[in-house]
Structure formats: C-alpha cells, structure tokens
C-alpha cells in the first residue's frame, strides 16, 4: 500500500515540521514482526562485537508489547546499549553499502535494513514533504538506523534538531527528513517523541502553549516524520517493555562536507517511484 500526502497533510508538516502517518507498517503482511526481529538482530551483532549480553529476542514478539507482560525479568544487564551506544544502532554497513549509490545495491549489502518496506509505502509521503514531486527529483537515503530504549533504562534525548550534528560538521545541509517508525507502542511512560512547534512558525506567531512540547502517543506501526529542523526530544523508558524505532532519512540531494563527500549514505532511490 501506498500513502499518498493529503494536502491537509502537507499543510500541517509545512506548518509545524512534522506528520503523523497511522499504521505505516503493520503485521497484516509481516512487516511489522520483519522490523522487530530486524532491529534485535542488528542489536544482537552489536552485542556479539562488543562482548556484551545480548538481548533475550524472545520478549520481542507481537506479545511483548502487551501490558500483560509487564513481569519480565528485570536481571538482563543492558546498560551497554545506553552507555555504549546511546540506544543509536546504526544499520550495519559493508564497504560495499556504505559506497552504494543505488537502492538495490544498497539493500542488498545493507544486512538489517528495512528501506524497502518504507519505500513501498512512504515514496508519495516523503516526496512530498521534501517539496518534490516524486523520488526521481535527487530524493536519496542519508542515514539507516534503529533507536533502542530497554526497559526501566535512564536514556532520554533532549530537546533538538536532527540537523544539530550536521552543522557542527560545517557540511552543506541539504532539505532532509526522518521517518522515525515505532516498532512498540510509544507513549509518555516508555519515553514517546516529544515536538515543538517549528522555529519559523514561533518566530510569526510567538510562543504559544503547544511549545512547550506536544508529546506523540502512537502505535506500533505508526510513524512520525520529521523535518530537519523541528525541535524534539524523548524522555526515558521508565516501562518494563522494549521501545524501539526504525529511523531511515532521506535528503533532497547530497548531504555533503565541504569538499563534496557525502556525510552518511548517498543513495538515490530514483526507482522509487511507487
């Protein structure tokens, strides 16, 4: 299924710097249940590389997001996913991936990834909200990863831009937008997205109550797509069950340093056209 952008939509990302997208992915054709176990795998490999206890990735089935499991055992030691990755688990890249310029190259040296399935289902969407008419304008994959909060874990993120880092990197900042994906049901206790109203929007109309944070309570499926510069945060998982995320980005050309090399990924997705 495609979702194609509703101008009622694109107005609403083009005055606040963000949208929600209801049940991107759903396990109606296994999509959703792909993304989990996707996402564990890749925390797995990183667990395995850094001598660390991997995960029990038996509690990452349709069933962990029930309330009913709020009895897990509570003895794994995760803190290495806060501590040594900040929860941020890059899709793990071969130099081959890393150097792909084409999606189906990319996919097929990317292990983890779960580009396809947003692809199939968000071209229009995202497209859309870069201010191009399909993925054949320059639209390309700039960064590919998971965000993984345990349960009962201190991580929280605050308040920012996804744009933040690649300024200090005194790169050229090309138009680009994060599709976070929640793989659990997120809401206040496991540590939603908070957002603000986007800077131009406050700079013409003032502060108002909604900038002081608006949190987004979604479901496991749902997505949120972000402009580069809306401000967000998250506070941590104080809930006993997992809340993770699948974030791929996509630019509108080349997210660049000065000297023309691609900051991240650089993958046109010119046969997106969905």
């Not at 995202?126 to 054949?136: R, S």
């Not at 320059?138 to 933040?164: C, E, M």
């Not at 608006?214 to 749902?222: M, Q």
């Amino acid at each position: 299924m495609t979702y194609l952008c509703a101008s009622s939509a694109l107005e609403h990302f083009n005055k606040y710097g963000y949208l929600v997208v209801p049940a991107l992915i759903t396990n109606k054709d296994g999509a959703l249940q792909d993304a989990k176990n996707k996402c564990m795998h890749v925390v797995q490999q990183a667990a395995v590389e850094a001598s660390c206890p991997p995960p029990n990735t038996g509690r990452r089935g349709d069933d962990a997001d029930d309330d009913d499991d709020d009895d897990e055992e509570e003895d794994e030691d995760l803190s290495w996913i806060v501590t040594g990755h900040g929860c941020i688990f890059e899709v793990p890249t071969s130099n081959e991936a890393r150097t792909a310029r084409r999606r189906d190259e990319y996919v097929r040296a990317a292990k983890g990834t779960c580009l396809n399935n947003v692809v199939e289902r968000a071209a229009h969407t995202v497209a859309a909200c870069l201010g191009a008419e399909t993925f054949e304008n320059n639209v390309r994959l700039f960064n590919d990863q998971y965000i993984v909060k345990p349960p009962q874990s201190t991580s929280a993120f605050g308040w920012h831009t996804d744009d933040q880092g690649v300024r200090k990197e005194n790169a050229h900042t090309a138009p680009y937008v994060s599709v976070w994906i929640a793989l659990d049901d997120a809401d206040e206790q496991s540590g939603c997205l908070w957002v603000r109203n986007a800077k131009r929007k406050r700079d013409e109309e003032g502060e108002g109550e909604h900038d002081k944070g608006k949190p987004l309570v979604v479901n496991a499926g749902d997505a949120v797509i972000l402009r580069h510069d809306v401000e967000h945060r998250s506070s941590a998982n104080r809930a006993r069950r997992w809340r993770c995320a699948y974030m791929p980005q996509f630019s509108l050309g080349t997210v660049a340093f000065r000297d023309g090399s691609p900051v991240a990924l650089d993958v046109e997705l010119r046969d997106a056209t969905l």
